[in-house]
């Protein structure tokens, strides 16, 4: 009888004691939702990077958008002609290819400068080595008498588009100087900005290095290469338009 009444009041007891830790138990639980909620951390607003697209009298490092809603970048722009440097490489049709700005893989079909034994040393005597390409871009018909096979696509495959979206046959279409790309590089560095669409896709420069090798741009790299013309694999078309500013006014 004493056992089984000691027994019911450490039950009791007990009772007594869970309820009161579950008490305060939800009351923990109560103040650490509070302060939660006081001191929850805010997530900072990341605010997108429009690109700011000029319209007229825009200056070197600019980006501009044409009428196909293409994006370009100002190389220079005077009142007279504005040359202009594509965002995007083409394709073997003269189509845009996409362009992810947050990749450095953006080349989509590489194309060989100029293709093997095409333009020959007998007609042109410059190209010493006809079986790597030539690394002359255009014909000066004093040792080179041909077209190089990237300008030949170029002529054919682009050039009427881009007439036909400017409305206008007032226009040289080519490739990015190798000076031009040096002079956006120093453009950073005086603006303290970055030009990732120089480097988001490999592309061929109109410079070349020697008879049988042409600067590029590789996807991804900061610095100049020299690629042997014939090369179909590594880097592509980037094209650079000059055409009258009164286009843009």
Avoid at 54 to 83: F, R
Avoid at 84 to 111: C, H, M, W
Avoid at 216 to 233: F, L, V, W
Wanted: with cysteine.
């Amino acid at each position: 009888m004493i056992t089984e009444l000691i027994g019911n009041f450490l039950m009791y007891i007990g009772g007594i004691m869970n309820k009161r830790n579950i008490i305060i138990s939800l009351i923990f639980m109560l103040i650490l939702v509070l302060l939660f909620i006081v001191f929850k951390p805010k997530k900072k607003k990341t605010k997108e990077i429009e690109e700011i697209i000029c319209t007229k009298n825009c200056k070197s490092g600019d980006t501009m958008k044409l009428k196909d809603g293409s994006i370009w970048h100002v190389i220079s722009y005077s009142k007279s002609k504005v040359i202009l440097f594509s965002d995007a490489n083409i394709d073997l049709e003269g189509n845009y290819l996409p362009v992810d700005k947050t990749s450095l893989r953006n080349t989509g079909q590489p194309v060989a400068f100029d293709k093997k034994n095409v333009r020959t040393t007998e007609k042109n005597p410059y190209c010493i080595y006809p079986d790597l390409g030539c690394s002359v871009y255009e014909k000066n018909n004093i040792d080179v008498f041909e077209d190089s096979s990237i300008k030949k696509l170029i002529d054919t495959k682009f050039v009427p588009k881009i007439k036909e979206t400017l409305e206008t046959d007032d226009i040289i279409v080519r490739l990015l100087k190798r000076d031009e790309f040096l002079f956006f590089k120093e453009l950073q560095n005086q603006n303290k900005t970055y030009y990732n669409w120089l480097y988001y896709s490999g592309y061929w420069l109109i410079s070349g290095y020697n008879q049988y090798s042409v600067y590029a741009i590789e996807e991804g790299k900061e610095q100049i290469s020299n690629i042997t013309p014939y090369i179909a694999y590594k880097v592509g078309i980037r094209p650079v338009i000059e055409v009258s500013s009164d286009l843009f006014k």
